[in-house]
């Protein structure tokens, strides 16, 4: 399936409360920004609407650190290898939660072009954080793997999970360092996420699952009942599982 044609994945009516299209194209009306109860239970949902790739030679890919969470039981639903891929968020010199950009693990670097002309930022006044993210994604791939080598992407069906997306740029740079390698086919599945997120991001990829797209989008955490913040130890321990 060429990229771009996936279809985004909405639950049943009687499913979990969401905003999105569905099966019959209305939108139904937001009842609940609380929809799942953590991660495990965001993967478990997830798995479901997965179950077609299971035996399609598939390898899973989380986000860290909350993205692995879900990832390892939509791996376990799929009897699939688990791994991780880690982009790095490039933040705003005065504000680093501010997204304007994202860097891949084979080095490549996304930028929000309207947002460096907007904050009046050249790249190079971000090499300095670009440098540090680098260094942060090789300690973290070294530390999460345990002196093991990432596991090979090309000719599987490779699906990239994460616990949610706001803006797209972290998930964007992996994927574009994904494609790279040449899977025979690239999902991204996520519980939730923004809807301008879901139409940038579905033009990358062969197939798009969420599960939940709301027109009132402020932060992942607010879909979650517990969203606590996941730590290295469980990265690892998801990671061999």
């Known amino acids: 399936m060429p990229p771009g044609q996936g279809a985004e994945k909405q639950p049943p009516a009687s499913g979990l409360p969401g905003s999105g299209p569905s099966a019959t194209g209305s939108c139904p009306v937001e009842v609940s920004k609380l929809v799942f109860l953590d991660r495990r239970d965001a993967g ?29 039981e939509v791996a376990r639903a799929l009897q699939a290898p688990l791994d991780v891929i880690i982009p790095r968020k490039i933040g705003a010199p005065f504000n680093e939660e501010l997204a304007i950009g994202a860097a891949a693990p084979d080095g490549a670097v996304i930028f929000d072009e309207r947002a460096l002309s907007l904050l009046n930022l050249t790249k190079s006044d971000l090499q300095e954080q670009i440098e540090r ?9 070294r530390y999460y793997r345990r002196g093991r080598g990432a596991l090979d992407c090309r000719e599987k069906t490779v699906i990239l999970i994460d616990d949610g997306i706001a803006t797209g740029m972290t998930v964007k740079a992996a994927l574009q360092s994904l494609r790279k390698q040449e ?23 062969d197939d798009l699952i969420c599960l939940h797209a709301p027109a ?3 932060a992942v955490g607010q879909f979650y009942e517990d969203f606590r913040q996941t730590t290295d130890e469980e990265v690892i321990a998801a990671l061999e599982q």
């Open 133 to 141: 993210e680098r260094k942060e994604m090789e300690r973290r791939s």
């Open 216 to 218: 009132a989008f402020y």
């Open 44 to 72: 478990k949902r997830l798995a479901e609407e997965l179950t077609h790739y299971r035996g399609k030679n598939v390898l899973v890919l989380g986000i860290p650190r909350g993205g692995v969470i879900v990832a390892a």
């Open 183 to 205: 899977p025979a086919a690239l999902v991204l599945a996520v519980p939730v996420a923004s809807r301008e997120a879901v139409a940038e991001l579905r033009l990358l990829v």
